[in-house]
């Protein structure tokens, strides 16, 4: 384990969080809130840890896919963790358990939050809130390699910290792939503010709902989240969770013009297929079996379909009231999550197609058992490498999901409850139903219960393996038996 290129990598992060807190800190100087100095603060001692961490160059600048896990997870922690610290100065968030739940859930794009009245916090509050929600959508790490000349196998950062089966270079560089990822990301962020400030926001307003769409977080501004706004705002929200969903790449390919390749994308038109079947299916229910009003039906099944398969989790309306088809559809939308290489969570299209490909190619196999199928994606046969290693992280999801679930339910809540929480936050969803529906909040849940949920979310986000290596005590092992090893030499000689 290559443990100097961690350190230094923990030392750009915090390095970068340091820059990235002065933000919230102009808004509250700008508003004359007295929050400001809190993330001012925060923002001195993570430039102060980060400098520590990071002035000595490491020897060895390589690092393998194991240090890339490493490196993430571990980033993502002390990211949150020194992100937490503002809610507690400022006594916004006093507890440790909550504001650390506030603040994962907001990198990890979760949006699920314990606060209950959310207009109650200061504007620099709410703009950090949900500018966690931006840095996290894209990926810290992403950033830095996009910004920073990193030396050794960046491409092992990528592949721990961006969702989705498989990530490829966009072009030979990765710094390069980096860049690309972050213009398109901002292009669409500040298009969409522009339009909700057409739309009657005001600017900090506009800014801060547009974090949250790009980063499919779901943090909302308002304690009725975007309920309140017009037909219009709702629509412009409800456009950019859906693109927002899509896989980066297609962009990437209609920037370069490589238009019929984009649109031909097999998992763009399985993802667009659910969205358009999950609408219809919800607008029937609430428009003919509830006999709701067409314009508002209309908005809140394509709004809440979107929310939820892109793992946003805004809302129009307290969708837990609705019938148990439209839930129940709402529920699976959430086990499936966006296309691979958006900023959407979930399991990922991508992978339910190809499971369910893998399924149907096992059924053709016992029918003529000598025969030879190649699973297909956009036209290309799959290595069974990929298969297998889809089929071991769904079981491995369903693990998770299974044991989390068990150690919410000695809380003693029902089980709507604890199994939609607990699918709420390792997809990184937010809301979920009964006591943690969109009208409520995870307060009431015990602080063990709130670190499963914390576990959850970034099990979620870093799409299971790297937390899990994290955790995994033979990697510390080997690193305890390589120092010792090292200390040994270095008395010897």
């Known amino acids: ?232 705002i709702k629509w412009v929200v409800t456009v950019f969770m859906t693109m927002f969903g899509v896989n980066f790449n297609a962009y990437f390919l209609i920037i370069r013009r490589q238009f019929k390749k984009a649109f031909t994308m097999e998992e763009l038109r399985w993802y667009f297929g659910i969205i358009l079947i999950a609408i219809g299916a919800v607008f029937f229910e609430l428009k003919v079996m509830s006999h709701g009003n067409t314009p508002d039906a209309l908005t809140d099944s394509a709004f809440q379909v979107a929310s939820i398969i892109t793992t946003t989790g805004f809302s129009t309306v307290d969708f837990d009231t609705w019938h148990q088809l439209s839930k129940s559809l709402l529920l699976g939308l959430m086990f499936i999550g966006a296309c691979a290489g958006s900023t959407g969570g979930g399991v990922k299209v991508q992978r339910i197609v190809i499971v369910i490909k893998n399924a149907f190619r096992e059924l053709h196999y016992y029918i003529h058992p000598k025969s030879i199928k190649k699973i297909k994606m956009d036209g290309k046969p799959l290595d069974e490498s990929v298969i297998k290693t889809i089929n071991t992280y769904t079981l491995t999801a369903i693990g998770i999901i299974v044991v989390s679930f068990f150690i919410l339910s000695a809380q003693g809540n029902n089980m709507e409850t604890n199994f939609s929480a607990v699918m709420a936050n390792i997809n990184n969803i937010g809301p979920g139903f009964d006591k943690c529906g969109a009208a409520q909040n995870y307060a009431f849940f015990h602080p063990l219960s709130k670190l499963v949920l914390i576990f959850d979310m970034l099990v979620g986000r870093l799409e299971l393996y790297p937390m899990l290596i994290l955790f995994n005590p033979k990697i510390w092992q080997e690193t305890l038996t390589q120092g010792n090893h090292k200390l040994k030499k270095r008395l010897h000689k």
């Not at 001195?44 to 400098?51: A, N, Y």
């Not at 810290?140 to 969702?163: D, K, Q, Y």
């Open 1 to 232: 384990m290559n443990l100097s290129i961690i350190r230094r990598i923990l030392g750009y992060v915090l390095i970068l969080e340091a820059a990235l807190l002065l933000l919230p800190t102009l808004v509250g100087i700008v508003y004359g809130e007295n929050e400001f100095m809190a993330y001012l603060i925060v923002s001195v001692i993570c430039l102060l840890c980060g400098g520590a961490l990071g002035i000595k160059k490491p020897k060895n600048t390589v690092f393998y896919l194991k240090e890339g896990c490493v490196a993430t997870a571990l980033s993502w922690i002390v990211l949150s963790v020194f992100g937490c610290f503002p809610f507690m100065i400022t006594g916004e968030i006093p507890k440790f358990i909550d504001a650390l739940f506030e603040t994962v859930s907001g990198f990890t794009t979760t949006g699920a939050s314990v606060v209950s009245n959310v207009e109650g916090l200061a504007v620099c509050t709410l703009f950090w809130r949900s500018f966690t929600h931006w840095i996290g959508g894209m990926g810290v790490l992403v950033f830095i390699m996009a910004v920073v000349p990193l030396s050794g196998s960046n491409i092992n950062l990528l592949r721990a910290e961006s969702p989705g089966p498989s990530v490829s270079k966009l072009v030979p560089k990765m710094r390069e792939t980096a860049r690309y990822l972050y213009v398109i990301y901002i292009v669409f962020t500040l298009l969409e503010a522009l339009l909700l400030k057409f739309g009657g926001m005001s600017v900090v307003d506009a800014l801060m709902t547009s974090f949250s769409t790009a980063g499919t977080g779901g943090f909302g501004i308002k304690n009725d989240s975007v309920g309140g706004y017009s037909y219009y």
